[in-house]
């Protein structure tokens, strides 16, 4: 068996044709779907994510802004800005690039973006509403995993989904969905013992921990579904997964390649969220 390949710039594509198709169908309305990304510091691989970000807005009919500060500002600034957007009509989704500088509390500026422009999924209020199966924004990153099951027509209910990780932006919140579409769902991590005893029961891996080779051939039963959330270097500097992509292939039924799977789908997410933001304000 060779597993099928779930595409993610193919499906990313699909859904953001519907997002350019929703956004216009608001501008007809005289709204245009705005999101506020907001930079500090110079950390060049979060430098290209705001730019890969605000290019993806553009490219679909969103509104970005983006917002660069140097290292120095103060938490209190930020804060300050944050309010703004908050308070900008025209701003529907507010996204604050993480890591923040070592001086600024992360979680604090996450709680100060307004629940109904916390496009990224983050805050204490979204992660409410994902427990409690309340309208809210997801977290991109699962929610596009999520998005990829839809895409092969897969049915979760009654499957044994093993989560590799555990963290808020990735591991929990993807338990949580899972347990929506009513999988059973085991969350391994560091301190699992025994990992290949449970990823062999396993009909859909998610592996997201952020090492290499975390889950290879021999703990994967076949015919399971497995994605893949990591993005590390490999000896040649070249990227891959947490997931022995070559190995794994030959067992599983379907797998997420790295890159072109889940990261296409985590910008993808963060534009529908944003238009849904938009949509709701304006309701």
């Known amino acids: 068996m060779t597993a099928q390949l779930i595409d993610g710039n193919q499906l990313s594509k699909q859904l953001r044709t519907e997002v350019a198709s929703r956004a216009q169908a608001l501008k007809s309305k005289g709204v245009t779907p705005g999101?506020?990304?907001v930079l500090v510091g110079d950390n060049p691989a979060s430098q290209v994510y705001v730019r890969n970000k605000v290019k993806a807005c553009e490219d679909n009919g969103l509104h970005s802004v983006l917002e660069k500060y140097e290292v120095t500002m103060t938490e209190a600034e930020l804060l300050a800005r944050v309010e703004t957007l908050n308070?900008?009509?025209a701003i529907h989704g507010?996204?604050?690039?993480?890591?923040?500088?070592?001086?600024?509390?992360?979680?604090?500026v996450i709680e100060a973006i307004s629940p109904a422009k916390d496009v990224d999924g983050f805050h204490i209020a979204s992660a409410g509403a994902l427990m409690t199966g309340m309208p809210g924004f997801w977290p991109c990153t699962p929610y596009g995993c999520m998005k990829m099951l839809d895409s092969i027509g897969y049915d979760l209910r009654g499957k044994h989904a093993v989560v590799i990780g555990r963290s808020n932006i990735v591991g929990k919140p993807m338990a949580l969905m899972l347990l929506q579409k009513d999988a059973t769902v085991?969350?391994?991590?560091?301190r699992t013992q025994n990992l290949k005893a449970l990823t062999l029961q396993a009909d859909v891996i998610v592996a997201a921990v952020g090492k290499r080779n975390v889950l290879t051939a021999d703990m994967v039963k076949p015919g399971a579904v497995?994605?893949?959330v990591g993005m590390n270097r490999n000896d040649e500097g070249k990227l891959c997964g947490d997931v022995d992509f070559e190995g794994v292939k030959q067992i599983a039924s379907h797998i997420t390649p790295v890159p072109g799977g889940v990261g296409p789908m985590t910008i993808t997410m963060l534009l529908v969220n944003t238009l849904e933001a938009a949509e709701r304000a304006t309701k």
Request: zero cysteines.
């Open 87 to 89: 308070n900008d009509p």
């Open 94 to 108: 507010i996204l604050v690039q993480l890591p923040l500088p070592a001086h600024i509390d992360a979680q604090k």
């Open 35 to 37: 999101l506020a990304v």
């Open 226 to 228: 497995v994605l893949d």
């Open 186 to 190: 085991t969350v391994a991590h560091s």
